[in-house]
Structure formats: structure tokens, C-alpha cells
């Protein structure tokens, strides 16, 4: 069971990354998704990494909201280009 708060920097430290307020920027930037390509189905996540963010979404707790930003944030590019056209 996972008791820290639900926030992007725990998020990071949960998947293991660099939870640094630039390194989280760099990552999102470095990892924009298209707009098909769903958060779970990122190619540069681990098996273990994946199942936590599939796991979070699907039950809906308050990590849901976390990964939901961290989904919206890593298709930013894609929103943009979207609502151009």
C-alpha cells in the first residue's frame, strides 16, 4: 500500500525516475506522446512502471488525478497540434 501523498514529484519517485522539479520537466518534454498512444502503452516505460500506472487509473484512487497529469502533460504536443488544425 502506497501512503505518501499523491503528488507528480511521488509519482516520479514511485516509477523511480529523477523527481527533480527540471527533470520531471525534461522528461516530459524528452517524452511527448502522440495523441494515439495511450500513458500505459509508452514504449519508455518498464513492465513494473506500467503496471503501476494502469493500476492507478484503473482503481480510481488518488494516484488516478497524479498519472491524469502526468498523461494530459506527456500528450501536450500532441493537444496543441490538435487544436490548430
Known amino acids: 500500500m502506497i501512503t505518501t ?7 516520479f519517485l514511485q516509477l523511480g525516475l529523477e523527481a527533480g522539479e527540471n527533470d520531471i520537466r525534461d522528461f516530459i518534454l524528452q517524452h511527448q506522446l502522440p495523441a494515439e498512444i495511450k500513458v500505459t502503452a509508452a514504449a519508455f516505460w518498464s513492465e513494473g512502471q506500467r503496471h503501476f500506472l494502469a493500476e492507478s487509473l484503473k482503481s480510481d484512487n488518488d494516484w488516478a488525478i497524479v498519472v491524469d497529469e502526468l498523461n494530459e502533460a506527456l500528450h501536450s504536443d500532441a493537444s496543441a497540434q490538435a487544436t490548430q488544425a
Not at 501523498?5 to 509519482?11: A, D, G, I, W
Open 5 to 11: 501523498e499523491p503528488n507528480m514529484t511521488n509519482l
